[in-house]
């Protein structure tokens, strides 16, 4: 049986790499790279810098794959996504070929495959046809990158914390994060909220701002978009909360 290992690799810092993660990429016969276009070539460049920084064993090599694309003009947004993982467990499973009987292979997720990440669901649908087994390591998330970042703790005492997407951001009534908001959702919430935003969390290129909503939201529109323009993606987080 082929063993599939999704390793959680940080939000963006090579050093966000945990041992355990390390250990699992060194099983690896092959190590598989998502390629996303020229546009995100920076991702797939920081994977082949964690690997060579970290993978020792003389065996593994490294594979790029093409990553189909989500019909975003489907007017159901939840069809959409399921046609879009099926396409992807569909290149998965030709991409095992690859992997020797009994061998290992890795695939390098951003952030923590365990929180607005894919892969695990997708594999999951792998298994149905083909018979592997699967190992998760955790990474530390852009949640832990921003509240690092601004030097917060993301829960204030007692209080809990609610995580969100863009697509689902309504009424702020407790602390919220929010993640994948290509809509930028905060222009429509509560201008007397407090938001702590980030930008390509924990890299050479990390933004953050700070403040009461209603005097840093342009900002932060201003500087999203010239920060899109010049890397031509941007993968951003923020957590909104009242006022003290």
């Given amino acids: 049986m082929k063993t599939i290992l999704i390793v959680g690799i940080g939000a963006g810092n090579p050093e966000h790499i945990t041992i355990q993660a390390i250990n699992a990429l060194n099983r690896a016969d092959v190590l598989?790279?998502?390629?996303?276009?020229?546009?995100?070539?920076?991702?797939?460049?920081?994977?082949?810098?964690?690997?060579?920084?970290?993978?020792?064993?003389?065996?593994?090599?490294?594979?790029?794959?093409?990553?189909p694309r989500r019909d975003a003009s489907n007017p159901d947004y939840g069809a959409g996504v399921d046609d879009w993982h099926a396409a992807l467990a569909e290149r998965f499973a030709g991409l095992l070929?690859?992997?020797?009987?009994?061998?290992?292979?890795?695939?390098?997720?951003?952030?923590?495959?365990?929180?607005?990440d894919s892969t695990i669901r997708i594999v999951e649908r792998l298994r149905q046809t083909h018979p592997v087994s699967v190992e998760i390591m955790p990474?530390?998330?852009?949640?832990?990158?921003?509240?690092?970042?601004?030097?917060?703790?993301?829960?204030?005492?007692?209080?809990?914390?609610?995580?969100?997407?863009?697509?689902?951001?309504?009424?702020?009534?407790?602390?919220?994060?929010?993640?994948?908001?290509?809509?930028?959702?905060?222009?429509?919430a509560d201008p007397?909220?407090?938001?702590?935003?980030?930008?390509?969390?924990?890299t050479p290129d990390e933004i953050t701002i700070s403040g009461r909503l209603g005097d840093v939201a342009s900002q932060i529109v201003e500087t999203r978009q010239t920060?899109?323009?010049?890397?031509?993606?941007?993968?951003?987080?923020?957590l909104l909360r009242k006022r003290d």
Wanted: hydrophobic fraction near 45%; proline fraction near 4%; charged fraction near 20%.
């Fill in 32 to 67: 598989f790279i998502p390629d996303k276009g020229a546009s995100k070539a920076d991702l797939a460049d920081l994977r082949r810098e964690i690997i060579a920084r970290y993978v020792t064993n003389p065996a593994s090599r490294t594979l790029g794959y093409a990553v």
């Fill in 97 to 116: 070929s690859e992997v020797p009987d009994n061998g290992v292979c890795a695939f390098l997720v951003w952030g923590d495959p365990g929180l607005y």
């Fill in 139 to 188: 990474g530390i998330t852009s949640v832990q990158a921003l509240t690092a970042a601004h030097g917060i703790a993301l829960n204030r005492i007692g209080q809990p914390v609610h995580i969100t997407t863009g697509r689902k951001l309504a009424g702020v009534s407790e602390d919220t994060i929010v993640m994948l908001d290509g809509q930028i959702a905060f222009t429509e």
């Fill in 192 to 202: 007397d909220l407090e938001i702590f935003w980030g930008a390509y969390l924990g």
């Fill in 227 to 238: 920060a899109r323009a010049r890397h031509g993606w941007i993968m951003d987080t923020y």
